[in-house]
């Protein structure tokens, strides 16, 4: 069983386009995440909302607006697509958003490539 | 969050153990520690956790420093599938938001 999905697995676009990645979560985890995996590796955290509520936004241009609809679903929505957007974007759970003991549930990854 | 130090890379043979150590001397009473690793290809997995004491669960070994200022993430056995980027975390307590802040990493290379 998936714990945390990603759609789609690979994302090839072009520039000014728009597009979105979708996330589901079946653990029940009421918080959820979006990290962004540069070319360098560098792995960074851009949003997290708790039960359908943003808590984190770390500074993402706002071209990039996660969504929401319910508990178990984050999706990511990407307008104006930037050559400087290619990179793996991972989706992520955890039961709860302030306990520092929580462990974290990551997707397999979407490798937007914009062109 | 504080920072942590690893070194960039390690190599281990299989079926032996893996010490990989991790600085982080500006720790504050209130920070966990936190190992995830990452295999090629896939996103971060957990796997471990610890504050003080040291920790053992079914994946690897947490050997925590008496002043806290570094610890180290022990595999008993390493195997071919444990070829990762290894990364070690520091988080606050409560009262912030669940983020993690990864850094750079320890690239463990498993040969036979």
């Known amino acids: 069983d998936t714990a945390v999905s990603q759609t789609p697995k690979y994302l090839v676009t072009q520039m000014g386009n728009d597009k979105s990645i979708k996330c589901e979560q079946n653990l029940g985890h009421d918080t959820m995440y979006w990290y962004k995996q540069d070319s360098k590796k560098f792995l960074k955290i851009m949003f997290s909302y708790n039960n359908k509520e943003l808590i984190i936004n770390e500074t993402v241009p706002n071209r990039f607006s996660p969504k929401s609809p319910d508990k178990a679903h984050l999706n990511l929505h990407i307008n104006s697509l930037e050559l400087g957007d290619s990179a793996v974007y991972f989706c992520?759970?955890?039961?709860?958003?302030?306990?520092?003991?929580?462990?974290?549930?990551f997707g397999p990854g979407t490798r937007l490539t914009v062109l | 969050d504080a920072k942590t130090t690893q070194p960039n890379s390690m190599e281990s043979n299989e079926e032996e153990p893996v010490h990989l150590p991790c600085n982080h001397s500006?720790?504050?009473?209130?920070?966990?520690i936190h190992w995830y690793r990452q295999l090629p290809s896939q996103g971060p997995e957990y796997v471990i956790h610890g504050l003080t004491s040291n920790v053992n669960n079914r994946m690897a070994s947490l050997a925590i420093a008496e002043d806290r200022k570094s610890s180290t993430l022990i595999l008993h056995r390493a195997t071919l599938r444990d070829a990762a980027v290894y990364y070690c975390i520091l988080r606050l307590i409560t009262g912030t938001a669940s983020k993690l802040t990864f850094g750079t990493g320890t690239r463990l290379q498993v040969t036979l």
């Open positions: 992520a759970s955890s039961q709860d958003w302030g306990a520092s003991t929580d462990t974290q549930y």
């Open positions: 500006t720790i504050s009473g209130t920070d966990y």
